[in-house]
C-alpha cells in the first residue's frame, strides 16, 4: 500500500481536511525562505493536531533552524524530521545521536543515476526522501515543483532497506505514472495540490489521495 504525505500545510483546517482526506502523513516546513513556512508556536499546534487526528507529523527543515533542538524536544507528537538542506553524513549523524527517538528521514536531490550515490553515506539517516535539483541560484533545496526522471530510482537500495519517499513536480494527473517508474512505496506532494502557496485545495489533495493509492 502507498503511503501519502501532504506537506507545506499552513493551517489547522488544511491539516483536518488533508488527513480526512486519507493523508498517511503530514508535512511542516521550518525554513523562512519558503512560502510555506510555519513559526515555532504555529508548528507545535499543527503538529499536535494532527498527531489527534492519527496522521504522522513530519518537520522539514534544515540544521541552520537555530530552534529546532527546542522544537524537538518539547513536542514529542513529532514522527519524523525530514532534513532538506545542505547537511553532511557527519552533521547528519551528529543529529541522530541528540535525537534518537526521532526517525531522520535525508532529503536528497537527484537529476541523474550517480546523484543516488551519494545517499549511501549518510548511514545514520533512517530513511531517504528523493526530489529533484533546485534550480541554479536556488534559496533553498526543496519546494520547487520540479520533476525527474523518476525510472533512476526504480529497484533502487539504499543501506540494505528500502525505505525512500518519492517527491519533486507530482500531481493528481501523474503520481500513479511515477509510482510505476519509480516503484516508490511512499509519495510526497506540496505545490501539485495547491490552489496558491501555503494553501492546499480540497479537491486537488483528494484526487492526489485517491489516485496514489489506487497505483498503489
Partial sequence: M?????????????????IQAGADMVGFVLVEASPRHV???KAQALIRRA???????????????PWLDQLIEETPEIGAVQLHG????????????????????????IERPRDLDEAAQFEAADAFL???KPPRGADREGGHGRSFDWTILNGFRVNDHEDWTLSGGLTPENV????????????DVSSGVESSPGVKDKAKVEAFIKAAKAAG
Fill in 39 to 41: 513559526p515555532f508556536e
Fill in 130 to 132: 528523493f526530489d529533484a
Fill in 51 to 65: 498527531a489527534e487526528l492519527g496522521a504522522e507529523p513530519w518537520v522539514v527543515t534544515t540544521l541552520a533552524v
Fill in 86 to 109: 545542505k547537511e553532511s553524513p557527519g552533521q547528519v549523524a551528529s543529529f541522530v545521536k541528540r535525537h534518537p527517538l526521532v526517525p531522520v528521514v535525508k532529503a536528497m536531490g
Fill in 2 to 18: 502507498i503511503s501519502v504525505k501532504i506537506c507545506g500545510l499552513t493551517s489547522e483546517s488544511d491539516v483536518e481536511m488533508a
Fill in 176 to 187: 500513479a505514472e511515477a509510482i510505476r517508474k519509480s516503484g516508490a512505496g511512499a509519495v
